[in-house]
């Protein structure tokens, strides 16, 4: 199969060493943790060990996610007008 990215959602009642095992299977299959925020991973792995690491304890759901080739745009922050500075 063929690197993918998927999302971890990690179940509400899951212990800190259940957390731990999961991370280390995702990278002990040759994965790589993209982000974690809460209780969800996204990580990027060969979709044939999807099923894997959602036997681990822990898992709530692991899901593939398919960006479509779309490019992430380019954010600008612009200023519609400066307030004056009190001297």
Sequence with gaps: MSVESHIIRISDNASQPQIQEILKTVLGVG??????AGKIIIASFDSAYAGVIKKKKGVALVG?????GRKI???????????????
């Excluded at 994965?31 to 974690?36: A, K, L, T, Y």
């Excluded at 593939?64 to 479509?68: D, P």
Aim: proline share 4%.
């Design 31 to 36: 994965g790589r943790i993209e982000m974690v």
């Design 64 to 68: 593939g996610v398919n960006f479509r």
């Design 73 to 87: 745009r380019k954010i600008i922050k612009r200023v519609s007008r400066e307030e004056p500075q009190d001297s």
